[in-house]
Structures are given as structure tokens and as C-alpha cells.
């Protein structure tokens, strides 16, 4: 089974939280919702305030398409003004084991 992670951490905007970056997040969770090969995605939050965002695909093509949308079709989006943009850390990776 071939499968591969978005996985982006961050931080917010001084003064924003979690649950502000989630509200945030309703039209972009219907367009990755619509994306091919998308699996399902996870927003965690750690002790010191980072946001993690994992999005699961069937393959990392299927990633990069979808994160180069969420940069132009849905630039407008209102989660991006949620981001502390130059403390985002984004990669997509293989799954290399999926244990249940």
C-alpha cells in the first residue's frame, strides 16, 4: 500500500488559538476533502503552542497537487492569515510502515 504524509508544523499569530485555526480551516478542509487520493487529515496542537498538520495521501504526487492548491485557488482563505508564515515547516513524505 502506497501512502505518503503531509506533515506541516508551525505557529500562530500572536494572540490567536487552536480553535481560531480550526474555525479557520472549514473551506480548506472541504477542498482537500475534493482532492484526488486524499485519506484524511489531523490537526494536533502541541504543549508549546505549535499546530500540527498531517494530511494523509495515497500517493505524494497527490500531496503536492493539493498543497500548491491550497496556495493559489485558495490563497483567499482566511487560515492563512491564522500562520506565523516564517515559523511554517512543510514536507510530504512515504509512509515507510502502517500498523493498526
Same mark, same amino acid.
Given at each position: 500500500?502506497?501512502?505518503?504524509?503531509e =506533515?506541516?508544523?508551525?505557529?500562530?499569530?500572536a494572540?490567536?488559538?487552536?480553535a481560531d485555526?480550526?474555525?479557520?480551516?472549514?473551506? *480548506?478542509?472541504?477542498?482537500? /476533502? /475534493?482532492?484526488?487520493?486524499? /485519506?484524511?487529515?489531523?490537526?494536533?496542537?502541541?504543549?508549546?503552542?505549535? *499546530?500540527?498538520?498531517?494530511?494523509?495521501?495515497?500517493?505524494?504526487a497527490?500531496?503536492?497537487?493539493?498543497?500548491?492548491?491550497?496556495?493559489?485557488?485558495?490563497?483567499?482563505?482566511? =487560515?492563512?492569515?491564522?500562520?506565523?508564515?516564517?515559523?511554517?515547516?512543510? /514536507?510530504?513524505?512515504?509512509?515507510?510502515?502502517?500498523? =493498526?
Amino acid at each position: 500500500m502506497a501512502e505518503a504524509l503531509e =506533515v506541516t508544523t508551525f505557529r500562530l499569530v500572536a494572540g490567536l488559538t487552536g480553535a481560531d485555526f480550526v474555525a479557520a480551516n472549514a473551506d *480548506i478542509n472541504d477542498y482537500v /476533502r /475534493r482532492q484526488p487520493g486524499f /485519506r484524511w487529515r489531523r490537526i494536533a496542537q502541541g504543549d508549546d503552542g505549535t *499546530i500540527i498538520d498531517i494530511v494523509a495521501w495515497e500517493t505524494a504526487a497527490d500531496g503536492r497537487r493539493s498543497a500548491s492548491g491550497v496556495m493559489t485557488e485558495m490563497a483567499a482563505s482566511p =487560515v492563512h492569515a491564522t500562520i506565523d508564515q516564517g515559523s511554517v515547516d512543510f /514536507r510530504i513524505v512515504p509512509v515507510l510502515q502502517h500498523s =493498526v
